[in-house]
């Protein structure tokens, strides 16, 4: 999954993000432009997600709450078991990534 969480009251998304990256991650990161903002229907809950590139500024991430870490190059993003909520950006994501490559200078 991607590191994230709640917005607390008074938090703008992209503080948000942060606190949850140093919470999850142990890093700090500068939030970039939105990738995307899903909306996902799960049996019990819906799932508002919105998705950034961020860039870390401050340390390396480690895993702090979960099992693993991994980092991967985008093209192998799809390899990966996402929750359903997370499919549409990942298509992004890697879309982006293929783009980037791809295009002329």
Same mark, same amino acid.
């Given at each position: 999954?991607?590191? +994230?969480?709640?917005?607390? /009251?008074?938090?703008?998304?992209?503080? /948000?993000?942060?606190?949850?990256?140093?919470?999850?991650?142990?890093?700090?990161?500068?939030?970039?432009?939105?990738?995307? /903002?899903?909306?996902?229907?799960?049996?019990?809950? &819906?799932?508002?997600?919105?998705?950034?590139?961020?860039?870390? &500024?401050?340390?390396?991430?480690? @895993?702090?709450?979960?099992?693993?870490?991994?980092?991967? @190059?985008?093209?192998?993003? +799809?390899?990966?078991?996402?929750?359903?909520?997370?499919?549409? /950006? &990942?298509?992004? &994501?890697?879309?982006?990534?293929?783009?980037?490559?791809?295009?002329?200078?």
């Amino acid at each position: 999954e991607f590191p +994230g969480g709640k917005i607390e /009251a008074g938090e703008s998304h992209e503080t /948000a993000l942060q606190r949850e990256i140093v919470e999850e991650l142990g890093c700090r990161v500068r939030v970039g432009e939105r990738v995307t /903002a899903t909306r996902h229907q799960y049996d019990a809950l &819906v799932v508002n997600l919105s998705t950034y590139w961020c860039e870390i &500024v401050d340390g390396e991430p480690r @895993a702090t709450e979960h099992a693993a870490l991994a980092w991967l @190059a985008p093209a192998e993003l +799809g390899g990966l078991d996402w929750a359903p909520a997370d499919v549409p /950006a &990942v298509d992004l &994501v890697v879309n982006a990534a293929v783009q980037a490559t791809t295009s002329p200078n």
